[in-house]
C-alpha cells in the first residue's frame, strides 16, 4: 500500500515538472495564448469566467510599469527569483519574525499556470526552479504579457483585459495611471480589494504605486517596446 502511495505521489511530482519543461518553450511563442490552472478549473466545473486576451503593445504602459514596480521591483534585472529578497524572507524566518513575501513576477506567472495555490512546501519547492527556467527561455516583456493576461483581478475575472472593463468600462490601453495604481494594488488580494471603490488603505497604497510608476525609468526597461531605425 505504501509503495502504492508513494508511487502515485512520484507521477505527479514527474507530471508538474514534465508539463512545464513542455510548455514553457510553445509559451515563450506570442500567438499562444496560455490559460491558468484557474481558468482551467473554472472551465471544467462550468463556473463563470472572463478574459479578453490583450497583447502588451495594446496596454496602458502605466499600467505594465506600475503592476511591475508594485509586484517585482527588481523584474528587469533578476533571473526569475529576486535572491536579495529571498535571503531577507529566510532570514526572518530564521529568527523567528514574521515573513513577507518574496514571490516575483516570473514565480508568479509559473504558479498561475502549472501549479496551484495554497501555500505549501512542494508547490514552493516547484516554483523556484521553474521560475528561473521560465526566465531563462521566454523574453521579458512575454512574461510580463503571459502574467497579465492570466491573473485573476476578482472572482473568475482574468488578466487585464477583462478587469479593466470589469471595474472601469474601458479597454485596457485607456487605463490612467490612477486606475492602473489600483488595479496593481489590487493583485495580492483578488476578491477582497476593489480598486473600483478603493478604501483609504487601498487609497494609500495606489497613490505610492502611482509616484514609483512615475519615478520608475531604467527599472521598467526591458518591458518597453524596442527602438527601431
Not at 508539463?19 to 511563442?29: F, R, S
Request: aromatic share 6%; proline share 7%; glycine share 6%.
Amino acid at each position: 500500500m505504501i509503495r502504492r502511495v508513494l508511487a502515485a505521489i512520484a507521477i505527479v511530482v514527474v507530471l508538474l515538472v514534465a508539463i512545464p519543461l513542455v510548455l514553457t518553450p510553445l509559451y515563450a511563442i506570442r500567438a499562444i495564448h496560455p490559460v491558468s490552472t484557474l481558468m482551467l478549473a473554472d472551465h471544467l466545473t462550468f463556473r463563470p469566467a472572463l478574459r479578453e486576451w490583450v497583447p502588451l503593445e495594446a496596454i496602458a504602459p502605466v499600467m505594465v510599469h506600475s503592476v511591475l514596480m508594485s509586484e517585482d521591483g527588481q523584474f528587469c534585472r533578476h533571473d526569475g527569483i529576486d535572491w536579495g529578497e529571498m535571503r531577507a524572507v529566510v532570514d526572518a524566518a530564521l529568527a523567528g519574525e514574521e515573513t513577507r513575501g518574496a514571490s516575483t513576477i516570473p514565480m508568479q506567472t509559473v504558479k498561475n499556470l502549472f501549479l496551484w495555490n495554497d501555500r505549501s512546501y512542494l508547490r514552493k519547492v516547484l516554483e523556484a526552479p521553474l521560475a528561473i527556467y521560465f526566465d531563462l527561455l521566454v523574453s521579458k516583456r512575454r512574461i510580463m504579457e503571459i502574467y497579465l493576461n492570466v491573473v485573476e483581478w476578482d472572482t473568475g475575472v482574468y488578466g487585464i483585459g477583462a478587469a479593466s472593463q470589469h471595474y472601469f468600462g474601458k479597454p485596457a490601453s485607456e487605463l490612467s495611471a490612477r486606475q492602473a495604481a489600483l488595479l496593481a494594488v489590487t493583485l495580492p488580494a483578488p476578491g477582497t480589494r476593489n480598486p473600483a471603490n478603493p478604501g483609504p488603505g487601498l487609497d494609500r497604497l495606489a497613490r505610492r504605486v502611482e509616484r514609483l510608476a512615475e519615478a520608475s525609468g531604467d527599472y521598467v526597461g526591458c518591458v518597453r517596446p524596442a527602438e527601431t531605425g
